[in-house]
């Protein structure tokens, strides 16, 4: 029947699983693969990666907008993109107390005013190192 034809579990697998009914996958290597990739998942090193991907993301999406410095850019835009402004790598305060995010050597600071949400592109300056490095 067809209803019966069960696919390997192992996500790298489309192998069709035969046998016993309550198995999972397709081989031991299948499954051994599986529990590996699966606990690769749950780890810090892991966890790191995925924060690693994000960063190197916002930063190719934050230098593509970044034509000049001090573009304005809707944050929808850039939220379609992928840009997640939850991950950066340090922050910065000017002296009138607004703060910009940065991914590597590009910022961004939101604007609430005016149309919609805004971001403010900056790349990093040499003066800035002041406030952040001791
Ligand atoms: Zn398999």
């Not at 929808?76 to 790598?89: A, D, Q, S, V, Y």
């Not at 939101?110 to 002041?130: A, C, H, I, P």
């Amino acid at each position: 029947m067809i209803n019966n034809i069960k696919i390997c579990k192992n996500e790298n697998c489309n192998k069709t699983v035969k046998g016993r009914r309550d198995r999972l996958f397709c081989s031991g290597y299948c499954k051994s693969e599986h529990h590996y990739a699966e606990h690769k998942k749950s780890g810090k090193v892991y966890f790191k990666s995925q924060v690693d991907e994000i960063l190197r993301k916002n930063r190719a999406i934050l230098a593509k907008y970044n034509t000049r410095n001090g573009t304005e850019i809707a944050s929808e835009i850039m939220l379609e993109k992928g840009f997640n402004p939850r991950f950066f790598t340090h922050f910065w305060t000017n002296l009138t107390g607004e703060t910009f995010y940065f991914c590597y050597d590009q910022g961004f600071k939101e604007n609430k005013s005016g149309f919609g949400d805004k971001y403010t592109l900056v790349t990093w300056q040499k003066e800035m190192e002041r406030q952040v490095f001791k």
